[in-house]
């Protein structure tokens, strides 16, 4: 058998092409996780992964079993302060001057419906990415917030309701400072014309119903209000916020942005 000292490390072989790589590494990796809540207790979920480092011209390959043996060292707990330990480690690891890391999951908060108190747990589509060049980091939070719109036009113009449907808020926005992944969402909620409920009964249906109907967006109001508040957190430093709407009388959705500062680039 031969000795493990032995076996010949092809990727750290010289590559006599010149041509540096921007981002190589691994993709869809699912693995389990522990996220810290805001209530001090940890959620078990399941994680989809994205990470990539720079390769220098002279390289000829990435070691990628290295960017999994880094997940194995953080699924303990991730908050955005471990996420950025472990950019930080896998650039250092892999000897890169760049990293990038995409971590997508599905994040649960218990939500008590407005007039019966009836408690449900809502999911919410979360993602960290983290980004690193020559020691200067930055991390954005991303979340898709699923809530209720009411037209206020079909509101003015009808003599009895007026549509409504569900839309996705989702705010991207880079942090400075330690912000919950509940701050973002609830931020949202805020805004919307009714937030949603896993579980509602007949008087909470009532309510939620009566409540849209008297907070009417379009959704030009929703990107304007949501950005109006994360302009008033010194914690964002910069954002997008977008909303889909899913219209109930169209075949198409309604659709707005907003950046503000620096934005993330999308791949």
């Known amino acids: 058998m031969q000795e493990q000292s032995t076996i010949a490390d092809v990727q750290s072989h010289p590559d006599t092409r010149h041509i540096a790589i921007d981002k190589v590494g691994v993709k869809n990796i699912r693995h389990?996780?522990?996220?810290?809540?805001?209530?001090?207790?940890?959620?078990?979920?399941?994680?989809?992964?994205?990470?990539?480092v720079n390769l220098p011209h002279n390289f000829k390959g990435t070691h990628m079993s290295r960017f999994v043996e880094i997940i194995n060292h953080h699924e303990r707990e991730i908050t955005p302060n471990s996420f950025q330990k472990m950019l930080?480690?896998?650039v250092q690891t892999?000897?890169?001057e760049s990293g990038h890391i995409e971590m997508v999951f599905p994040y649960f908060i218990t939500k008590t419906a407005p007039i019966s108190g009836v408690r449900s747990r809502m999911d919410y589509e979360v993602t960290f990415i983290g980004e690193t060049h020559n020691g200067d980091s930055v991390l954005w939070i991303k979340v898709v917030v699923p809530v209720t719109s009411l037209?206020?036009?079909?509101?003015?113009?009808?003599?009895?309701?007026?549509?409504?449907?569900?839309?996705?808020?989702?705010?991207?926005?880079?942090?400075?400072?330690?912000?919950w992944i509940e701050e973002l969402i609830e931020l949202v909620e805020r805004e919307a014309s009714c937030d949603l409920y896993a579980l509602l009964k007949r008087p909470d249906e009532k309510y939620v119903t009566e409540h849209a109907y008297e907070n009417p967006k379009?959704?030009?109001?929703?990107?304007?209000?949501?950005?109006?508040?994360?302009?008033?957190?010194?914690?964002?430093?910069?954002?997008?916020?977008?909303?889909?709407?899913f219209e109930s009388i169209h075949n198409h959705s309604a659709y707005a942005l907003i950046q503000s500062g620096a934005p993330l680039k999308r791949p």
């Not at 389990?32 to 990539?52: C, H, K, L, W």
């Not at 113009?157 to 330690?178: D, K, L, M, P, W």
């Open 94 to 96: 892999l000897e890169a």
């Open 151 to 179: 037209c206020p036009c079909s509101k003015e113009i009808s003599r009895y309701g007026a549509h409504n449907q569900r839309s996705h808020v989702t705010v991207t926005a880079r942090t400075e400072g330690f912000v």
């Open 32 to 52: 389990p996780v522990r996220v810290s809540e805001r209530t001090g207790d940890e959620q078990y979920t399941i994680a989809t992964f994205n990470m990539y």
């Open 218 to 245: 379009f959704v030009e109001d929703m990107v304007r209000d949501v950005a109006t508040r994360l302009n008033a957190d010194n914690r964002i430093r910069a954002y997008t916020v977008e909303s889909e709407n």
């Open 88 to 90: 930080s480690e896998m």
